[in-house]
């Protein structure tokens, strides 16, 4: 596994506490799916995610946004993601 | 997947050809409702001839809700009443409600919610027609609807709809995907109504058992885990056909919206799920022939 960048391993403690993972966030592989297989998880999941982040980060996840399938792809692109739209 | 075959049968392209639904739409819009009624009689007969599979379901759900034997004319009538749906369809999306009686009652329930710029989540069912919610600016209520929907039954079910009326295309919302639920939210933040089928699990949902007509069934949480986390109310609706061109609309308010906690939504959410499925045995009892889940439905996890 590599190792998790400083705003990863804060995205992955931020996703553990929003759908109860039972992975510890510090053992999230940054390159695992999030999406169904992977991690498992499902659109409510999601959502719970993307309130999450706009709670924490100050910027909404958009439905309509083209990029959608690469941003939820993973913990390190739903990362990079966050990296340049944040606003807190 | 089996759930999907048994209740799309009428509009499934490998059974009713694309091409005679495409007949049957098109002279109904010609002639009219009355002038075209008389197919659905034949096209009944092909498929109690033709599909096993869906007529030992009728039979078995049949037999639930009435309370004693069902025969072939029990079946018969079952998908008398499908098919009549179906075809009103046609007319529905076109907005010709002028040739339905539509009762409709507890609309103030949705009113009083959009009157204070909120949206809502009208959960539905296979029982009845959810279609005729398109007649509803008839009643004054002229709020977008949004439907979450597998896209492949859209396209199946729907390719001659769409065709008929393609503005209603763009307010499917498909599930499964990874943003499905930040739609909803976004129509839902818009004051918009969003309407889910909940008697279904539209795959990969979280389940839950419920007794339903005497024995459990498997109900998706999903929509319900999605109300106690966005605090949206929810509305029930049912659109239930009853013969001749009378249709019986009403709605229940199940959730006056309130935002749970994450730690206790799924039990919230399963009790709200027991209440649907309470108003869910309530209607069917009332319009027994509405029920179209043509597979069967008791035995849905096993699949």
């Not at chain 2, 649907?276 to 319009?287: D, F, K, M, P, T």
Request: glycine share 10%.
């Amino acid at each position: 596994m590599e190792q998790q960048t400083k705003l990863e391993g804060e995205v992955a403690k931020l996703i553990a506490e929003a759908v109860n993972l039972e992975t510890p966030a510090e053992a999230l592989d940054p390159d695992i799916r999030l999406f169904r297989e992977g991690l498992g998880l499902d659109s409510i999941d999601l959502l719970e995610i993307a309130l999450a982040i706009s709670r924490k980060y100050g910027f909404q996840l958009r439905s309509d946004d083209p990029a959608n399938g690469t941003i939820f792809a993973s913990l390190r692109t739903l990362s990079a993601h966050i990296a340049q739209h944040r606003t807190r | 997947m089996k759930t999907a075959t048994g209740a799309a049968w009428l509009a499934e392209p490998e059974r009713g050809s694309a091409a005679a639904i495409g007949l049957i739409s098109w002279l109904t819009l010609k002639l009219g409702r009355g002038a075209t009624r008389w197919l659905l009689y034949p096209v009944c007969l092909y498929f109690l001839a033709c599909s096993g599979q869906s007529r030992r379901a009728s039979r078995a759900y049949l037999v639930r809700v009435l309370g004693r034997k069902a025969g072939v004319r029990d079946v018969l009538r079952h998908y008398h009443v499908f098919a009549s749906t179906v075809h009103d369809r046609v007319l529905l999306v076109r907005g010709r409600c002028e040739e339905f009686d539509i009762s409709v009652q507890g609309a103030a329930k949705v009113d009083g919610i959009l009157a204070q710029g909120r949206g809502c989540i009208l959960l539905g069912s296979h029982l009845g027609s959810f279609e005729v919610l398109r007649a509803l600016g008839h009643f004054k209520i002229n709020t977008p609807v949004n439907i979450v929907m597998h896209e492949d039954n859209a396209a199946k079910t729907g390719r001659v709809l769409a065709h008929l009326a393609p503005e209603l295309q763009d307010r499917v919302i498909a599930p499964g995907r990874p943003e499905t639920m930040l739609r909803v939210k976004e129509c839902l933040e818009r004051g918009e109504i969003v309407g889910i089928l909940g008697d279904r699990p539209l795959g990969g949902d979280r389940i839950w058992p419920c007794r339903f007509l005497g024995e459990t069934a498997r109900f998706p949480l999903g929509p319900l885990l999605l109300a106690g986390t966005l605090g949206a109310p929810v509305v029930l609706f049912f659109g239930l056909y009853l013969g001749g061109s009378r249709y019986e609309v009403h709605f229940e308010t199940l959730v006056e919206g309130e935002t749970v906690a994450r730690e206790q939504r799924p039990e919230v959410a399963a009790r709200w799920l027991e209440r649907y499925v309470e108003w869910l045995e309530h209607y069917a009892r009332r319009a027994p022939y509405n029920w179209f889940n043509f597979y069967d439905f008791w035995d849905a996890g096993a699949h």
